[in-house]
Structure formats: C-alpha cells, structure tokens
C-alpha cells in the first residue's frame, strides 16, 4: 500500500515529527510504500540543515534525510509555509524539495491513504 | 498525472482564526485543492466555527484579515460547507452569524460525512 | 474508519469531539498524549468505557509506555505498535486526525 503523509509541525516542540517518522518506518518495514511526506505549518522547520540538536539526543533532520536516502522518499517542503518562515533552500536539508501546495492535494490524490500527523 | 480520478477530499477546520495560523493555512491549501477537480467539502467543528463568524476586523493585530477569501471560495465551486451544530450552540452563535452560506449538521451527521470521504485533511 | 486522537482528554475536547462524531463500529487510536484517556483513574475513565460498548478503541503502546502508564492500561483498550498503528490506517478506509 502507498502512504502519503502530512506533518504539521516542527521537530522537538512537538511529538507529531516524532510519529510520522515512526510510522513511515514501521510502513516501509512492512513492504509497504510511502509516496510522499509533505511538511506544512511549522512542520516545514523540519528541512533545516543548521540544527545541531545535543548529542545524547535524536537528529530528526538527519533522520528524515536518511529515510529519503534509504528508501526514495520524497520529502516535499510548502514553499509558501517556508517562505514565511525562513527555510529556503540554501539552508534546506538533503533530501528535501521546496515545491508548492499542489504536491498535497496530489499525494491525497494518488496515495491509498492519507495520515495526518500535528498539534 | 491523476487523469479522471476524482476523491471525495475534507478539509476539517476545529481551530479559531488569528490564534494560531491553521485557519489561513489551511484556506489556502484549499484554494490549490479547487484546481484539481475533486470532490471538496470543508466542515467546521469545535473552535473551527469562529473562522467563519461574520465581521472580523483585524487592524488592531495588524494580522491580515483572511474572511473575505471564504466568501471566494464560492467562484472556485467550493460550496459544500458544514458547520457542526453543537459547536454554534456552545459558542452562543447561530447559521445568521456565519458569513457564507452553510449547511448546519451535528456532530453525528459530521461523522457519517467523514465515513464516505476518500481522504480527510485536518489542519 | 479510523479516528486518531492526540491529546490528553484533560487539557483539550479532543476526544470528545471524536466520539461525538465517530460511527458505531469505527476505530479509534489513541497516540502522544491522547493515551492518557486510556488509563484507569483518569476523570475520562466513564467516557471511555462507554465508547468501548460501540467503538474498537487502541492505544499506542510506545507513547503509553514512554510515559510510565503502560501498567494503567484500562480494560478492554487494545495496545499497539506501531507497525500495528500502520496495519489500522491500511485495513480502514480512511482516517481523521483529530489535531
């Protein structure tokens, strides 16, 4: 089956990162595919490169990196929520894409489920 | 892309206006959604309702006001809108308070809605 | 259908709002801080047990877990893992995040 996921929020203030993560892994774990994971909203502080979170503690950035390295994920960035908030792409994570609200709607359309995670 | 291939997409809005930015951001993945050609409805729950009550005058907060986008949404045939029943009585609102035209159900009716949709968008 | 509630019943009406709209027969997962609706004690506790007469309710073990409550799992709440979370969102036709 093919996920598409939304994450709403920014890592480490809230679980939602957390989650989506540990669902798409559990996901592909399974066989199944993740057609895309959109960030909207705050969740967009997700695709910074400058974190440098402490180091006994996880790397979300990183992480959502690797899991577009290891299973071709696309990670789609909202440009507009971005803009808004200072992620552009010369401080964008690899791994992620800056592209419009359409990648959205079209996840909803082509995905067999759609998984919203939030505040 | 998704040639002929039309879902039943709901946007479900239970957060107040100005607050939080949900409420623009999630109007404006909805202007996008109408240009593709799916079977849109938005519904109101909760604190969502205060998002359409009429005469929001923003000045003060020097925060755009974003009502007049929901008047709009009209022109882009997005016309089905639900607003929750139980959420205008707990706020002292009623349908004359809303500033675009609405179709008032319950919770329960908001439920049965949210079964036959294809894909629930939840900002 | 699947209904995805995160919050603490204590702090918001999120579960309320869920169980307001949820159909007889849906699935309901309780994540983050959603889980502590599933723990006997909690001023929840009734609203629970009567959902649990009409609705399939689940909680995310990792999330009860990380939070001490695992060993206060009400009766008759499902846990889960979350390849189990996954397994839900495939086997209904579609879900609602009650943010």
């Given at each position: 089956?093919?996920?598409?996921?939304?994450?709403?929020?920014?890592?480490?203030?809230?679980?939602?990162?957390?989650?989506?993560?540990?669902?798409?892994?559990?996901?592909?774990?399974?066989?199944?595919?993740?057609?895309?994971?959109?960030?909207?909203?705050?969740?967009?502080?997700?695709?910074?490169?400058?974190?440098?979170?402490?180091?006994?503690?996880?790397?979300?950035?990183?992480?959502?990196?690797?899991?577009?390295?290891?299973?071709?994920?696309?990670?789609?960035?909202?440009?507009?929520?971005?803009?808004?908030?200072?992620?552009?792409?010369?401080?964008?994570?690899?791994?992620?894409?800056?592209?419009?609200?359409?990648?959205?709607?079209?996840?909803?359309?082509?995905?067999?489920?759609?998984?919203?995670?939030?505040d | 892309m998704s040639e002929g291939q039309v879902?039943?997409?709901?946007?479900?809005?239970?957060?107040?206006?100005?607050?939080?930015?949900?409420?623009?951001?999630?109007?404006?993945?909805?202007?996008?959604?109408?240009?593709?050609?799916?079977?849109?409805?938005?519904?109101?729950?909760?604190?969502?309702?205060?998002?359409?009550?009429k005469g929001h005058q923003t000045k003060g907060?020097?925060?755009?006001?974003?009502?007049?986008?929901?008047?709009?949404?009209?022109?882009?045939?997005?016309?089905?809108?639900?607003?929750?029943?139980?959420?205008?009585?707990?706020?002292?609102?009623?349908?004359?308070?809303?500033?675009?035209?609405?179709?008032?159900?319950?919770?329960?009716?908001?439920?049965?809605?949210?079964?036959?949709?294809?894909?629930?968008?939840?900002? | 259908?699947?209904?995805?509630?995160?919050?603490?019943?204590?702090?918001?009406?999120?579960?309320?709002?869920?169980?307001?709209?949820?159909?007889?027969?849906?699935?309901?997962?309780?994540?983050?801080?959603?889980?502590?609706?599933?723990?006997?004690?909690?001023?929840?506790?009734?609203?629970?047990?009567?959902?649990?007469?009409?609705?399939?309710?689940?909680?995310?073990?990792?999330?009860?877990?990380?939070?001490?409550?695992?060993?206060?799992?009400?009766?008759?709440?499902?846990?889960?893992?979350?390849?189990?979370?996954?397994?839900?969102?495939?086997?209904?036709?579609?879900?609602?995040?009650?943010?």
């Amino acid at each position: 089956m093919n996920f598409g996921i939304l994450v709403n929020e920014g890592p480490y203030t809230h679980e939602a990162s957390d989650s989506a993560y540990q669902f798409c892994k559990a996901a592909l774990a399974a066989g199944h595919q993740i057609q895309r994971v959109f960030f909207y909203h705050d969740g967009v502080n997700n695709a910074t490169r400058l974190t440098e979170p402490p180091q006994d503690d996880r790397n979300i950035v990183n992480r959502w990196s690797k899991l577009a390295a290891d299973h071709k994920v696309d990670l789609v960035v909202c440009v507009a929520a971005a803009l808004r908030r200072g992620i552009k792409d010369e401080n964008l994570a690899v791994g992620f894409r800056i592209s419009g609200l359409g990648q959205l709607i079209e996840s909803s359309i082509q995905a067999d489920r759609m998984v919203t995670f939030g505040d | 892309m998704s040639e002929g291939q039309v879902k039943k997409i709901m946007y479900v809005n239970r957060k107040a206006p100005y607050g939080t930015i949900y409420a623009l951001e999630s109007l404006e993945v909805v202007l996008i959604a109408a240009a593709f050609d799916q079977d849109v409805s938005l519904v109101f729950m909760d604190d969502g309702v205060y998002q359409l009550k009429k005469g929001h005058q923003t000045k003060g907060i020097e925060v755009k006001n974003f009502q007049p986008t929901y008047r709009a949404l009209d022109d882009y045939d997005i016309n089905k809108l639900y607003v929750e029943k139980e959420a205008l009585e707990a706020r002292g609102l009623s349908e004359d308070d809303m500033c675009v035209p609405v179709e008032v159900k319950t919770a329960a009716e908001i439920g049965k809605l949210m079964d036959e949709q294809d894909v629930l968008l939840s900002f | 259908m699947l209904h995805i509630v995160n919050k603490s019943p204590l702090e918001r009406n999120t579960l309320d709002s869920c169980l307001a709209a949820a159909q007889p027969g849906a699935a309901v997962l309780l994540i983050e801080d959603g889980v502590y609706a599933a723990t006997r004690g909690n001023a929840a506790e009734g609203k629970l047990r009567a959902a649990l007469a009409r609705l399939e309710i689940y909680v995310l073990a990792p999330d009860l877990e990380a939070r001490g409550m695992a060993q206060v799992l009400s009766d008759g709440v499902k846990p889960v893992d979350y390849a189990g979370f996954v397994d839900l969102v495939a086997k209904n036709r579609n879900c609602q995040s009650w943010l």
